[in-house]
Structures are given as structure tokens and as C-alpha cells.
T-cell receptor, first 115, second 114 residues
Framework: AQSVAQPEDQVNVAEGNPLTVKCTYS??????LFWYVQYPNRGLQFLLK??????LVKGSYGFEAEFNKSQTSFHLKKPSALVSDSALYFC?????????????FGAGTQVVVTP | NAGVTQTPKFQVLKTGQSMTLQCAQD?????MYWYRQDPGMGLRLIYY???????DKGEVPNGYNVSRLNKREFSLRLESAAPSQTSVYFC?????????????FGSGTRLTVV
């Protein structure tokens, strides 16, 4: 079984400050890990993914995420947040070894960036 | 560059009414999915179609049916709508089941059942 947890319902940050959105996961084998962003009244948009290789993954809009196998985490980060980063962020995981597996999505974290 | 198209975008139903949510993708993807999104619960899989001609239940299939009409289209039907089905519904597609490319999502259908 696989699961993903986003421990914070909402993250508040001032514009220009660093932004971190937390994600922890559980899979039987090795994980595929994704971050998606959802703007109001829109569908989810792909931000970045970890499949294999470097633990630090860079994605769209200046976001990056660090895969930490020992802590089973994949936290999303941005060095300097923008008001336009205000959105709902979802972490998703799938077990690499499960060819027919579906992605499990977290409950989402609302990011609010204030001017 | 349409990607995944969902219709309608908004719908209000009375309890007991039926309706079909339409989804079409133009990326030649093999796999398609229907999710519902509820506050604090993230996305929950209703049904999916790994390939044309196949459909399978997901996490929350009760009260829904699906049809994979062809490779492009995957519809979701509510036969007798209930207030508990008030939600935002997303259709998604992927190149194939198990692909590591992730999903492409439609913009959603906001359904209210009164």
C-alpha cells in the first residue's frame, strides 16, 4: 500500500521569503514522486517530479524539491515566494515497482503569499 | 494544444437527477481517469480506464458509472445524483498505465446537487 501526507493544511508566507511545502510518503518499494499546483478554478498542473538520479529536482516557476529517502520526504521549496505562487499544492506518489499502480495524492496544502 | 477537455464546467442538479460528465483528450493517451476533489481530502479516484475497452473501479466508485467511448473520450455518469456527490470532478490522462510522466488534468467540472 502507498500513502502520502501533507501535514499542513495551509502555509502562510510573506512575499520574498522562502517557501516550503512539506510532503512525506510511504511505499513498499521505490517511489515516483510528483508535485502539482492548482490555481483557482483550474485543473492540476505539473510542477516537477522525482524518478531517479539527483535528489534535488528543479521544476517550473523556480520551484525545487529534495528527495530524502531516509526521511521518506519530498518537500517543495522556493527561495523567494511571489504573490502569484498563492495556490493549492498537491504531492503525489506511486511505487515504481507497481506497473499498474495509480498515483496517490495528498490532501493538498494551500499556500498564501502576502505582499 | 487543448490537452484534456471537460464539459460542462458547472452544473447544478436536483437530487435524483442524472447527468453525464464528458472528457476528451487529444494527446493519444491510452489511460484515462476520473477523480473527485473535496476539501481536506485531496483527489480520490472514482474510475479509471487503463486502455481503450477497459474500465476499473477506483477508491470511491459507488453511485457512478463510466464509459470509455473510444481512445479519446471517457465519460462519467451519475444515474441518481445525491447531495454527497457535490464535488469538483477532474478528468486526467496519461500516456499509459504505469508511465512515469504523470497525469494531464482537465480544468474540472464543479457539480452541486441540491
Amino acid at each position: 500500500a502507498q500513502s502520502v501526507a501533507q501535514p499542513e493544511d495551509q502555509v502562510n508566507v510573506a512575499e520574498g521569503n522562502p517557501l516550503t511545502v512539506k510532503c512525506t510518503y510511504s511505499v513498499s518499494g521505490n517511489p515516483y514522486l510528483f508535485w502539482y499546483v492548482q490555481y483557482p478554478n483550474r485543473g492540476l498542473q505539473f510542477l516537477l517530479k522525482y524518478i531517479t538520479g539527483d535528489n534535488l529536482v528543479k521544476g517550473s516557476y523556480g520551484f525545487e524539491a529534495e528527495f530524502n529517502k531516509s526521511q521518506t520526504s519530498f518537500h517543495l521549496k522556493k527561495p523567494s515566494a511571489l504573490v502569484s505562487d498563492s495556490a493549492l499544492y498537491f504531492c503525489a506518489v506511486r511505487d515504481i515497482g507497481d506497473s499498474w499502480g495509480k498515483f496517490q495524492f495528498g490532501a493538498g496544502t494551500q499556500v498564501v503569499v502576502t505582499p | 494544444n487543448a490537452g484534456v477537455t471537460q464539459t460542462p464546467k458547472f452544473q447544478v442538479l436536483k437530487t435524483g437527477q442524472s447527468m453525464t460528465l464528458q472528457c476528451a483528450q487529444d494527446m493519444n493517451h491510452n489511460s484515462m481517469y476520473w477523480y473527485r476533489q473535496d476539501p481536506g481530502m485531496g483527489l480520490r479516484l472514482i474510475y479509471y480506464s487503463a486502455s481503450e475497452g477497459t474500465t476499473d473501479k477506483g477508491e470511491v466508485p459507488n453511485g457512478y458509472n463510466v464509459s470509455r467511448l473510444n481512445k479519446r473520450e471517457f465519460s462519467l455518469r451519475l444515474e441518481s445524483a445525491a447531495p454527497s456527490q457535490t464535488s469538483v470532478y477532474f478528468c486526467a490522462s496519461s500516456e499509459y498505465e504505469g508511465a512515469n510522466y504523470g497525469y494531464t488534468f482537465g480544468s474540472g467540472t464543479r457539480l452541486t446537487v441540491v
